[in-house]
């Protein structure tokens, strides 16, 4: 853990850090990462495996670019499902719900329903793919988890506003208290299949990181600064 100087603002439009590919998207489109290529590493954060939800994406990336390259410690992914920031769609390309496409014991072939951003009622049906893995994004990111053997996962969604930590880790707390969000142990309905229910299995800690529903230079001024302490590493407590 070490002191940064943050990139001069007038420097941090562009994203300067080398983009690491670590697979092709249903579509062929690139999936890459930033920072360190190879494990163990404390933490890996990740937006975007929701393609409606790609405030997360541009949050993590205003962090990203205010890091300078030697001062990015974590590794970074702007979008785990890119196709669907193409097609602003929660789903991949292949109509697949990628949250409920995990290889855990509890992988479902029943459709996923959910409610978009402007209802209540959970009544649009996703596939969850023809196999637990079936999907590119998937697999590919489970080969990096692997390969990085983060510590703790940090992966962002849109928009139920809390922090959802199974294990009540003291790093869910140090972002609940930084973020002014509540702290949970679960978003309140079954996730067969999720990435959460395959990382408890591997005895990966996950902490979902549900940014609320306020405009997004608000959310930008609130949950940035704190994003931009776990990639650079000088948040004050550990992974575990
Ligand atoms: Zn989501």
């Known amino acids: 853990m070490s002191d940064f100087r943050e990139v001069p603002r007038a420097d941090k439009g562009v994203l300067r850090h080398t983009a690491h590919r670590y697979g092709e998207s249903e579509l062929g489109v690139p999936l890459t990462f930033f920072g360190p290529t190879s494990g163990p590493v404390d933490l890996l954060l990740m937006a975007s495996m929701h393609g409606d939800e790609s405030d997360s994406t541009v949050a993590l990336s205003e962090a990203l670019r205010r890091v300078p390259a030697d001062a990015l410690v974590n590794p970074v992914i702007l979008a785990v499902n890119p196709d669907g920031i ?8 292949n109509g697949v719900d990628l949250n409920r496409n995990w290889p855990a014991s509890n ?43 983060p510590r703790a996962i940090v992966s962002l969604h849109t928009p ?17 208290a930084e973020t002014r969000l509540p702290l949970v142990p679960d978003v309140g309905y079954a996730t067969p299949g999720s990435f959460g229910s395959w990382c408890a299995e591997q005895r990966i800690p996950i902490i979902t990181w549900e940014l609320p529903t306020e405009p997004l230079p608000d959310v930008i001024a609130s949950h940035v600064p704190v ?9 004050p407590v550990g992974a575990g």
Do not use: F
Not at 121 to 137: K, N, P, R
């Open 160 to 176: 139920l506003g809390c922090i959802d930590d199974p294990h009540d880790s003291e790093l869910g707390r140090w972002i609940a």
């Open 107 to 149: 992988w479902s072939p029943e459709p996923v329903r959910y409610k978009d951003h402007g209802h209540t009622v959970q009544d649009i049906e996703l596939s969850t793919g023809s196999a637990a893995g079936s999907e590119a994004e998937t697999r590919h990111l489970l080969a990096l988890v692997q390969r990085l053997q």
């Open 227 to 235: 994003l931009l302490k776990l990639v650079t590493g000088t948040h």
């Open 86 to 93: 193409l097609h602003g769609t929660r789903c991949n390309a």
